[in-house]
Nanobody, 124 residues
Framework: QVQLVESGGGLVQAGGSLRLSCAVS????????MGWFRQAPGKEREFVAAISRGGDSTYYTDSAKGRFTISRDNAKNTVYLQMNSLKPTDTAAYYC?????????????????WGQGTQVTVSS
């Protein structure tokens, strides 16, 4: 059973930073493309970033480019999302997800495994 556990969320002021982590167990982490998604209250889940199996390719939504960085440590079975210059509009529950196909994707339907989410709240 593959399990994903996010951590690192919290309350931060606008302009601040947070680093989210997602630890994966029960599977072979290095075969998964990993993604981060977020969902604000009353809104649909949206794509934030994805990273290839080896970490050499990344893909971001436009709102994340230049502010967020996705990375992974295959030795630690963990994917990270470094978020800088946070805005109140970044407030959401953040979810990590894994897919066992090698192609990066921004579609939530393409990801097989999901974590429970971690809340990020950015105050103005």
């Amino acid at each position: 059973q593959v399990q994903l556990v996010e951590s690192g969320g919290g309350l931060v002021q606008a302009g601040g930073s947070l680093r989210l982590s997602c630890a994966v167990s029960g599977g072979t982490f290095s075969v998964y493309v990993m993604g981060w998604f977020r969902q604000a209250p009353g809104k649909e889940r949206e794509f934030v970033a994805a990273i290839s199996r080896g970490g050499d390719s990344t893909y971001y939504t436009d709102s994340a480019k230049g502010r967020f960085t996705i990375s992974r440590d295959n030795a630690k079975n963990t994917v990270y999302l470094q978020m800088n210059s946070l805005k109140p509009t970044d407030t959401a529950a953040y979810y990590c997800a894994a897919r066992d196909v090698a192609i990066l994707s921004g579609s939530s339907a393409m990801y097989r495994y999901w974590g429970q989410g971690t809340q990020v709240t950015v105050s103005s």
